[in-house]
């Protein structure tokens, strides 16, 4: 079942910080270098449901830049010449460095808002993805997938496969192993070696890509038909009018989610916190969630309002037996390891 925040929470937790926009207008002018990924439906949300709001409250001047990169975050802080204040990157990185490249983030009562063992020390979550079966109409009509495991059937269910490659923590070994029949509690340690195998059933069929723009254009340019994809691309390829691209309903979904970071070392740390709590709002969250096709971050968010919205939710109640949440906390331990498992796989 969803947790409901009070709906006095999220008005007494405004109150202190229109407080200290006060002092902050006081103080003269202020900005922050805000990290995200890149142009599209994506970062346009940050902007239209945080910064922008968060800007006209506060006066401080938001400026996005990027793409997101785990690599320059680290060089910065090493160097000691840290120019980002807050940065969007994948859970299970953020919590390998916390505290050694990243700030500890104190989310207060808005903590209780967050799904169980999502919230990490220095890791805010903003944007929650399910990793989604799809399959073209056009194609599987009269024969639609209907188990995880079809995907990985070439017999039953001949044609081309794609997945993007560039990050195997996004839900893609999960899937493999649910397809194999390893029960949702008993996922993690991953078995990486069956996951690699069920993918070389496939392998003739499947088109690996580096970027998800690319899958999602191969997808929409018809050289594909089933994919495994992560739900905020799927409500880009649907809102973009691929329509007869479809999920697959009722089955296990992987969910994986990015999180807000604030790096150690920027001397705009305070106000980078405050930033990130205004955004883990519900409405700020349900804002963000509906204008990108992610599932929010804070679980008193209201359901989406829209039909795509609700195909691609992930936080629905009756999905409540079907999403598997990453253990965040594992792949910290073992990211190393299992990427160059994959990267030797994909080249091999």
């Given at each position: 079942?969803r947790?409901?925040?009070?709906?006095?929470?999220s008005?007494?937790?405004?109150v202190?910080?229109?407080?200290?926009?006060?002092?902050i207008s006081e103080g003269g002018p202020n900005s922050?270098?805000?990290?995200?990924y890149?142009?599209?439906a994506?970062q346009a949300?940050?902007?239209?449901?945080?910064l922008?709001?968060y800007?006209?409250?506060?006066g401080?001047?938001?400026t996005?830049?990027?793409?997101s990169s785990?690599?320059?975050?680290k060089?910065?802080?090493?160097?000691?010449k840290?120019?980002w204040d807050v940065v969007d990157?994948d859970?299970?990185?953020?919590?390998?460095v916390?505290g050694?490249?990243?700030e500890?983030?104190d989310?207060?009562?808005?903590?209780?808002?967050?799904?169980?063992g999502?919230?990490?020390?220095?890791g805010?979550?903003?944007a929650?993805?399910?990793?989604m079966l799809m399959?073209?109409?056009k194609?599987y009509g009269?024969?639609p997938?209907?188990?995880?495991?079809?995907?990985f059937?070439?017999q039953?269910f001949?044609?081309?496969?794609i997945?993007?490659?560039?990050?195997?923590?996004?839900?893609?070994i999960?899937?493999?192993?649910?397809?194999?029949?390893?029960?949702?509690?008993a996922?993690?340690?991953l078995d990486?070696?069956?996951a690699?195998?069920?993918?070389?059933r496939i392998r003739?069929?499947?088109?690996i890509?580096?970027?998800?723009?690319?899958?999602?254009?191969?997808?929409a340019?018809?050289?594909?038909?089933m994919?495994?994809?992560v739900?905020?691309?799927?409500?880009s390829l649907?809102k973009?009018?691929a329509t007869n691209?479809?999920?697959?309903p009722g089955?296990?979904?992987p969910v994986?989610w990015?999180v807000?970071v604030?790096?150690k070392g920027?001397p705009?740390?305070d106000?980078?916190?405050?930033?990130?709590?205004?955004?883990?709002?519900?409405?700020?969250?349900a804002?963000f969630?509906?204008?990108a096709?992610?599932?929010?971050?804070?679980?008193?968010a209201?359901?989406?309002?829209?039909?795509?919205?609700?195909e691609l939710?992930?936080?629905g109640?009756?999905?409540e037996?079907?999403?598997?949440l990453?253990?965040v906390?594992?792949?910290a331990a073992?990211?190393?390891?299992?990427?160059?498992?994959?990267s030797?796989?994909?080249?091999?």
């Open positions: 079942m947790r409901r925040i009070p709906t006095l929470l008005a007494a937790l405004t202190p910080l229109v407080a200290t926009g006060c002092a922050l270098v805000f990290v995200s890149g142009q599209g994506y949300g940050q902007r239209s449901a945080w922008d709001p800007e006209k409250l506060t401080t001047t938001v996005i830049d990027g793409p785990n690599a320059k975050l060089a910065m802080v090493e160097a000691g840290v120019t990157t859970a299970s990185a953020a919590a390998a916390c050694s490249l990243l500890p983030i989310m207060g009562p808005l903590a209780a808002g967050f799904p169980k999502s919230l990490t020390d220095c805010v979550p903003d929650f993805f399910g990793m399959y073209d109409t194609v009269d024969h997938p209907t188990r995880m495991a079809d995907f059937d070439p039953k001949p044609g081309r496969r997945i993007y490659g560039g990050d195997p923590s996004v839900g893609t999960e899937a493999a192993l649910l397809a194999d029949g390893v029960p949702r509690d996922l993690y340690p990486v070696p069956r690699l195998s069920m993918y070389d003739p069929l499947l088109t890509t580096s970027t998800y723009g690319d899958q999602q254009q191969r997808m340019g018809g050289q594909a038909d994919a495994l994809i739900s905020a691309r799927a409500f649907l973009a009018g691209w479809k999920v697959v089955i296990p979904v994986t990015d807000l604030v790096p920027t705009r740390a106000e980078a916190k405050r930033l990130i709590r205004f955004a883990s709002e519900p409405a700020q969250a804002a969630a509906a204008s096709g992610v599932g929010p971050a804070n679980t008193a209201p359901p989406p309002a829209t039909a795509i919205g609700r939710d992930i936080w109640d009756a999905k037996d079907l999403r598997v990453s253990d906390r594992w792949w073992n990211r190393t390891m299992l990427v160059k498992a994959w030797d796989w994909r080249t091999g």
